[in-house]
T-cell receptor, first 112, second 111 residues
Framework: KQEVTQIPAALSVPEGENLVLNCSFT??????LQWFRQDPGKGLTSLLL?????REQTSGRLNASLDKSSGRSTLYIAASQPGDSATYLC???????????FGTGTKLQVIP | NAGVTQTPKFQVLKTGQSMTLQCAQD?????MSWYRQDPGMGLRLIHY???????DQGEVPNGYNVSRSTTEDFPLRLLSAAPSQTSVYFC??????????FGPGTRLLVL
């Protein structure tokens, strides 16, 4: 059974800092990994999708990397802003029917 | 495109009542899923469908039924609501191996 872990569970940083969020998974036979953002009381917004054949994806100030062999992904946020405050979730797609397993998330607070 | 829509946004039920949470997508996606989100538990897969007429159980299927008669719709039925089913429910859709899109969620309170 795929297990997805995100550490830390919460993170508080001053505005302007670069930061890294971590995601680890137990079964490396994955199709892809996706990072989401969730604001309080809202749904999930997709940030980046990395296919199993890719090593990284970039969108603006966000960069996500994938190391399948070690079962790890990182989400790098450059020059953090208060608007980045949210919970960040990673989700791994694997298995015969490509089921998606979520981590429990990292709650990020960027302090002005 | 409306994307993924869910109704209702909020619902209060009494223990033992039944109800259906609606989900629809207009992107012609094959894959649709239902998740529940509880504090400290993350999102857990309830049921999923890989196409019209095909459904399967996820991690926490007990107490829920689904059907997929069309590509667009994937309703979730609570047969006899229990307080343990108080949660936020999200529906999602995607193409195989591609980005997953989520609906805005339904907040369910079972008294």
């Amino acid at each position: 059974k795929q297990e997805v872990t995100q550490i830390p569970a919460a993170l508080s940083v001053p505005e302007g800092e670069n930061l890294v969020l971590n995601c680890s998974f137990t079964d490396s036979a994955i199709y892809n990994l996706q990072w989401f953002r969730q604001d309080p009381g809202k749904g999930l917004t997709s940030l980046l999708l990395i296919q199993s054949s890719q090593r990284e994806q970039t969108s603006g100030r966000l960069n996500a990397s994938l190391d399948k062999s070690s079962g790890r992904s990182t989400l790098y946020i450059a020059a953090s802003q208060p608007g980045d405050s949210a919970t960040y979730l990673c989700a791994v797609c694997a298995g015969g029917y490509q089921k998606v397993t979520f981590g429990t998330g990292t709650k990020l607070q960027v302090i002005p | 495109n409306a994307g993924v829509t869910q109704t209702p946004k909020f619902q209060v039920l009494k223990t033992g009542q039944s109800m259906t949470l609606q989900c629809a997508q207009d992107m012609n996606h094959e894959y649709m899923s239902w998740y529940r989100q509880d504090p400290g538990m993350g999102l857990r897969l309830i049921h999923y469908s890989v196409g019209a007429g095909i459904t399967d159980q996820g991690e926490v299927p007990n107490g829920y039924n689904v059907s997929r008669s069309t590509t667009e719709d994937f309703p979730l039925r609570l047969l006899s609501a229990a307080p343990s089913q108080t949660s936020v429910y999200f529906c999602a859709s995607r193409e195989t191996g591609e980005t997953q899109y989520f609906g805005p969620g339904t907040r369910l309170l079972v008294l």
